[in-house]
């Protein structure tokens, strides 16, 4: 199968698109941005609308309900069946909207006030609200968007699906559920992150005629596959077991051996030289039957790290005592580390810990979910949700670590401020020891000495493409399995490494 690289796009926060749009509409001639946001809008529509072309379009009080009245136009002037229904104060709209308003109703266009029975229409274009909302979408307007997600019409939204924050991915009260979006200038990290990808649909993007010297540059991106190209290479003939280095998983307190080993399993798979597995339980396994090539060991044994080119510390690992010594003794090695599950927990616990692994002289890979993000920020679960991105940004700093916030678009993020969210992956990964084939993964990138930002974006997409081909495999996302995923993963890289 041919894995073609794919560089990472661009994705702008709100503020980033408003200074683009001050920056270019300040110039002379400026660019008719809202009349080529309607045609993209109409040229899609036409395409999405079937042979009878019978199209509802929904016009709010905005900007996002100016672009929607000149697709409304355009489809006019193509013979669609249009109806326009348009919740606002024609008094009250920017310029350019007022602008086209005006010329809808000069070519004969009307206005409803109430939404039509949404059966006679074969698609509806969501002009309701677009990057500029930031309070709950309420009364008649939310009344609406329930209506209409119930409804049989596919639903093509403009810029973001109305209720969407385009920054965070939060739903602000209630939100359109369209099957597309068409998002102008870029993409934007509300639609890949959060409630976003539920939200958002199939995501057509268009610059609207702007090149990429008037977009300007851009903090986040969308992760593409070109990093892990690069940190996949060809093997070559003249290497040994050494040559992919040597990886060290410590976890696997009691009760919690196949965290460890499912770590191990994957670093294993994805190409490791050597991996050695320290278990913490006095009565962990001698030997892995599935993958006897893993070298198991106890926690105490002399020498456990000695040679290791990269530790992966935390599944399974508990937060006992024994656990807090073992990685404050992790965390004076100047060996790169991944940080996973309960190594996170203890270093949230502890500010001398917390120090320790802002100072660290090796590179420091975290990998949060959630509530473990929430931990090392001294605050709630739904404050991280609440801005996924900032939240990543703020781990990477504090602890000096690149950082995955994983969920819905997992969010990297560099100590340096740069972000990546990322798209590939499912909902059946929503699963036991999916986070310790991650940390698996990355530890195996971390041993072969690649850049730890790249290491962090091509273990975290790889990730998730291999979550995506093994379901494909059993055709649906129930009851997908870790250790399936792993050797997915194999696949996968090996996809790259030889296409």
């Known amino acids: 199968m041919d894995c073609p690289a794919t560089p990472p796009t661009p994705v702008y926060s709100i503020a980033e698109i408003r200074a683009i749009e001050a920056r270019v509409l300040a110039g002379s001639p400026s660019p008719p941005l809202m009349e080529r946001a309607g045609l993209a809008a109409a040229d899609l529509a036409l395409k999405l609308a079937g042979e009878r072309r019978r199209v509802l379009v929904l016009a709010g009080p905005g900007n996002n309900g100016g672009d929607a009245l000149v697709a409304a136009r355009h489809l006019r002037d193509r013979s669609a069946k249009i109806a326009v229904v348009f919740d606002g104060d024609a008094g009250r709209l920017p310029r350019d909207a007022r602008e086209a308003l005006d010329r809808w109703l000069a070519a004969g266009g009307t206005l409803g006030e109430e939404l039509p029975p949404l059966g006679d229409f074969d698609l509806v274009v969501d002009g309701l609200f677009g990057i500029g909302l930031t309070r709950d979408v309420t009364g008649r307007t939310a009344r609406w968007i329930d209506t209409l997600n119930g409804s049989p019409p596919v639903v093509l939204s403009l810029d973001v699906p109305s209720g969407l924050h385009a920054d965070t991915g939060r739903i602000l009260g209630t939100c359109v559920r369209a099957d597309h979006t068409l998002t102008f200038l870029g993409l934007k990290p509300g639609l890949l992150t959060m409630d976003g990808p539920d939200c958002a649909g199939t995501i057509h993007a268009t610059t609207l005629g702007l090149t990429p010297v008037q977009l300007g540059d851009a903090r986040g991106h969308l992760t593409g596959t070109d990093v892990i190209r690069r940190s996949l290479p060809l093997r070559r003939r003249n290497t040994h077991k050494g040559t992919y280095g040597d990886v060290v998983v410590v976890g696997g307190a009691e009760g919690m051996t196949g ?35 893993l070298m198991l060991r106890r926690v105490d044994d002399t020498g456990i790290l000695d040679g290791a080119t990269a530790v992966v510390a935390g599944p399974g690992i508990g937060q006992s005592a024994h656990a807090g010594r073992m990685l404050d003794r992790i965390l004076a090695l100047q060996v790169p580390l991944v940080l996973d599950a309960d190594a996170l927990n203890l270093v ?22 959630p509530a473990e993000a929430a931990r090392l920020l001294a605050c709630t679960t739904a404050e991280v949700q609440h801005d996924r991105v900032s939240a990543a940004l703020r781990i990477a700093r504090r602890l000096n670590a690149w950082t995955v916030l994983k969920g819905a678009g997992s969010v990297c993020a560099g100590p340096d401020g740069s972000w990546f969210l990322n798209m590939s992956g499912n909902p059946g990964m929503a699963a036991p020891g999916m986070g310790d084939v991650l940390a698996g993964i990355l530890g195996a990138f971390l041993a072969r000495g690649i850049d730890p930002g790249d290491a962090l974006q091509a273990g975290v997409h790889l990730h998730g493409l291999a979550g995506d081909d093994a379901t494909a495999l059993q055709s649906g996302t129930w009851g997908l399995t870790a250790g399936e995923v792993a050797l997915a993963a194999r696949r996968v890289a090996n996809r790259f490494a030889t296409s």
């Not at 190409?271 to 006897?292: E, F, I, K, T």
């Open 259 to 293: 965290a460890a080993l499912l770590a191990g399993r994957a670093a294993l798979l994805m190409g490791a030289g050597r991996v050695r597995v320290a278990m913490l339980a006095p009565d962990a396994p001698a030997v892995d039957v599935l993958h006897p090539e």
């Open 348 to 369: 949230a616990l502890d500010e001398q810990r917390a120090a320790a692994t802002a100072r660290r002289l090796g590179a420091t890979l975290l990998t949060p979910h």
